[in-house]
């Protein structure tokens, strides 16, 4: 009898929590939505016009950086690195909103230019197929980094109300609550997905 008391209230502080959050999501989708806007905007500018040379210079250190941090990893620490990199991304974006919404603007400029400069590098070299390698990872990371982003731009936008303090507390929470139940498992899906295309692509 008390393992099933246990296992009925175990449900019920999962559902309970799952529910608030995709409640929470729901009230947060225009942040959200903007967050994907502005990516995409500057993921096509990215692939539509040439990148000045000093942010070309930029990302190619930073890709260089991210093939050096993978090297002679294992499946294992792959997943973990990736797992961590995005969660930081994600928890960044999200909690520094609090700045009037600035850091989760900047992250979804930057992460779409340079994905989108990516991408046209790897469709110059290679071709469009290619991309469809890099799906499977992306059905899962990119909402995470969406929602995150989203929420982190309504926090910010928090500091406006007339009980800010108030306002910013209510947010905190609820976006905490968001990020533990959905952002964090999609993180961990995009992890394996990604860890395992690294290995077997390369």
Partial sequence: MKTKKKSKTNESFFSRNYKLSWNYLKESRKAIYLSIVLF????????????PALI???????????????????????????FGNNALVSLIGLFLGILFSFVPLVLAISNGYMIGYVSKIVVSKTSIFEMWRLLPHGIFEL????????????????????????KIIERLKKSLRVFIFVVLPLLVVAAVIEGLLIKIIG
């Fill in 40 to 51: 995409i905007l500057f993921f096509v500018i990215a692939i539509i016009f040439p990148a």
């Fill in 56 to 82: 070309e210079e930029q990302i190619k250190d930073i890709i260089k950086q991210l093939i050096d941090k993978f090297e002679g990893k294992n499946l294992l620490q792959t997943m973990f690195m990736i």
């Fill in 143 to 166: 909402p995470a980094v969406f929602i995150s982003l989203g929420l982190g731009l309504r926090l910010g936008l928090s500091l406006f109300y007339k009980n800010a303090d108030k």
